[in-house]
């Protein structure tokens, strides 16, 4: 029986039972939703049944443990379950809780507690003296403290305390004795004065007087607000919450440190994520030292051993180089006589199961959209493939092959120079062969040692009167949403040097539609919501690059000002963690309306081939989030590197219907998930188990 089965969704669809069978009599869930009651919950909103089951876990784990991952989808309504876990695990009592979130959410976060918390006293937060009043007093109620990651990591200013004197001419001197700073060298058997260079450590002394050469700034406002709550009593906060934790992954980055010290000032924590880990197993180690470090201690794995970690719980490769030498020099491994042996190691994107049991499953709480299809309207996405026009496709075709024949050799010996001009190029100029200039890359000449540049093709540029092929495309599809009273949001990242956000501005004004753009430089990340709430009613279409609001903001308003419903991602770029963030702006609980998702791209280009490449990146995301795919497990396996593999791509070829193929994939049916006509919720949440097993939808339909 078992000889019919040849991957992992067909073993996953014969024996997912069982195995789910299995797993539940060997562990004992702390709360199990339709077993378990729910308690009360004090909150001004009405969280929905999947959400109020979070709350109730979250509450049970913070009784025994510090730490809490709340690692739940984009759009099922994180603020509401953190913060609704920190009031209730309260229990009545007054409690002081800080949050920690992106600039652009601070005022977001404000809101909500606003709209969630019984009584909330909310205070935003800029700088550390904000702060200072509360240093003696206990809480007397329901307090919030928001503030962003820039703020929690703002860092003072150092700067030098030693003063340089005229003559002689560039020599330090301390402040404190005002003798020339210097060090002994051992050529010249004597002490020479240092130079600024060197000086530029701040923990340098006087090597006379051990005087301090470097200080802080007068600008003391720029004292890390988490480092000033790590320095008050012992646990100073009764909770911390950490939104969008995955960006504080790093153990080096100010934003790391900001969360380690927010972790020590606080007695819970809870950390907060759509995307927990990043592909490397590696991305978990310094943040659970940071939460929760019982369990790698107990596994005998050190603060910085992230090659342990990764032999351990992630893959490494492993290569062995060898040579032999003959009598007339250096052969092959099978030549006689003695050579060398070098072995490199590179950590590689994958994950083990076995870091989950051991490390994760004691500290998480997952939540899928799946789980609150009750509150979600219907979704569709949508991949539109667009021919060139006869001189759009001969002008790139010449791009294309120049560039080919120039990397071809290149990527075979992993040479990287070219890749990120490549993509660039190739991705772009489709959308914008306008303004181009000689194209190629720096090498050293080896008789000069000077940097020469070497150019590779010259892309021509075309005029910017007509209308090319995906702007037609685009303008139609508009034209059928509008008619439907649908408001439209274009995303696409070349908005700077080639600002083709400016020319689909400029092209739609001229088709009579009223178009806005959100450009980076125009509006700080803090002013953003507020800036989409103002402008938002103004505009049939909105443009931007899709970073801007990859994040937790909403495109539609919950009194019905604007919605923007339907996403149109004009260009994808080629990261997957914006692009997916982003295509669920709109489709997010307090959605009233359907939501649409179009990915637009031109045909035998790079576009195409970078849309295929990505569709199997979020199949192999899903992998790692718990949705079995053995497409994905597969992919994540092989992983390259997205400019390597596009460069491999290009000179490989990648055939247009591998777009269709991949995307099928990832956008899997959604109305197997959010269909709610006469289905029973226990039936809705088999389904989507089955689902994410990879069982096919016509078989889902008939297991109803």
Same mark, same amino acid.
Request: proline fraction near 5%; charged fraction near 25%; include cysteine.
């Given at each position: ?23 539940? %009599? ?149 402040? @404190? ?19 600024? %260079? ?22 003391? @406002? ?159 996405? +949508? ?99 509008? %008619? ?21 501005? +400029? ?19 803090? @002013? ?37 419903? $339907? ?49 199997? %990146? ?30 491999? $791509? ?41 689902? $994410? ?12």
């Amino acid at each position: 029986m078992i000889d019919s089965i040849n991957d992992l969704n067909a073993y996953m669809g014969r024996y997912g039972v069982l195995l789910g069978e299995q797993a539940a %009599k060997r562990t004992a869930p702390l709360h199990t939703p339709g077993v378990d009651e729910l308690p009360p919950m004090d909150l001004l909103r009405v969280p929905y049944e999947a959400q109020a089951h979070v709350i109730a876990a979250g509450m049970k784990l913070l009784k025994d443990n510090k730490a809490m991952l709340l690692v739940a989808e984009c759009g099922t309504g994180k603020t509401l379950m953190g913060a609704s876990v920190c009031h209730m695990h309260a229990d009545g009592k007054p409690y002081r809780a800080a949050v920690m979130c992106p600039a652009h959410l601070v005022q977001k976060w404000r809101r909500e507690l606003i709209e969630t918390i019984p009584y909330a006293d909310v205070k935003v937060l800029k700088t550390y003296r904000d702060l200072s009043r509360l240093r003696r007093r206990k809480p007397r109620g329901n307090e919030w403290y928001v503030f962003s990651g820039n703020a929690a990591k703002m860092e003072t200013r150092w700067v030098p305390s030693y003063y340089m004197r005229r003559r002689p001419v560039g020599i330090p001197h301390c402040p @404190d004795c005002g003798q020339p700073i210097t060090k002994f060298d051992g050529k010249l058997k004597r002490d020479v004065p240092m130079s600024v %260079k060197e000086l530029g450590d701040k923990r340098r002394e006087c090597p006379n007087c051990k005087g301090r050469l470097w200080q802080f700034s007068h600008n003391i @406002d720029r004292w890390p607000i988490a480092r000033f709550l790590k320095n008050q009593r012992p646990e100073f906060l009764d909770y911390a919450v950490v939104d969008e934790m995955h960006k504080s992954k790093s153990s080096e980055t100010a934003i790391g440190k900001a969360l380690g010290e927010l972790a020590a000032a606080s007695k819970r924590i809870i950390g907060m994520t759509g995307t927990l880990i990043g592909g490397y197993s590696a991305d978990l180690l310094s943040l659970m030292y940071r939460l929760s470090a019982a369990t790698l201690v107990a596994d005998d794995i050190g603060w910085k051993e992230e090659t342990v970690f990764a032999k351990k719980y992630g893959r490494i490769e492993t290569r062995v180089y060898e040579s032999k030498k003959t009598g007339s020099g250096t052969s092959n491994r099978e030549s006689s006589g003695s050579g060398s042996r070098r072995t490199t190691r590179t950590v590689k994107p994958g994950i083990m199961p076995t870091l989950f049991g051991k490390h994760l499953i004691d500290k998480c709480v997952f939540l899928s959209l799946s789980e609150v299809a009750e509150g979600l309207p219907d979704y569709n996405e +949508q991949v539109v493939g667009v021919p060139m026009d006869f001189e759009q496709e001969a002008a790139y075709a010449e791009v294309e092959t120049a560039l080919k024949d120039a990397i071809a050799d290149m990527v075979r010996k992993g040479d990287k120079r070219l890749l990120g001009t490549m993509l660039r190029t190739l991705l772009g100029y489709p959308d914008y062969p306008y303004d181009w200039e000689t194209i190629g890359y720096q090498e050293a000449n080896l008789e000069t040692s000077v940097l020469e540049f070497i150019p590779v093709v010259t892309p021509r540029n075309l005029g910017k009167s007509a209308v090319r092929p995906k702007e037609q495309m685009l303008l139609e599809t508009i034209a059928t949403e509008r %008619k439907d009273g649908r408001q439209c949001w274009v995303f696409t990242p070349m908005s700077k040097k080639r600002d083709c956000v400016g020319r689909l501005q +400029q092209v739609l004004q001229r088709h009579g539609y009223k178009a806005g753009v959100l450009r980076s430089e125009d509006v700080a990340p803090t @002013d953003r919501e507020e800036w989409i709430a103002t402008h938002g009613p103004k505009y049939d279409v909105m443009i931007s690059h899709p970073g801007l609001v990859e994040t937790g903001l909403d495109l539609f308003d919950k009194g019905g000002a604007f919605n923007y419903a $339907s996403l149109m991602f004009y260009q994808t770029g080629y990261s997957t963690f914006t692009l997916r963030q982003a295509s669920r702006r709109a489709w997010r609980l307090g959605q009233l309306i359907g939501c649409k998702t179009f990915y637009f791209f031109y045909r035998n280009t790079m576009q195409s081939r970078a849309l295929t490449l990505m569709g199997r %990146k979020l199949v192999a995301s899903e992998a790692i989030e718990g949705k079995f795919s053995a497409d994905g497990l597969a992919a994540l396996a092989g992983d390259d590197g997205m400019e390597m593999a596009l460069a491999k $791509s290009l000179v490989k070829g990648l055939d247009d219907m591998d777009v269709e193929r991949e995307w099928s994939r990832v956008a899997c049916n959604f109305k197997a998930i959010t269909d709610k006509s006469s289905v029973p919720m226990f039936r809705r949440r088999k389904l989507a188990r089955m689902h $994410s097993a990879g069982i096919p939808v016509s078989q889902l339909q008939l297991s109803l």
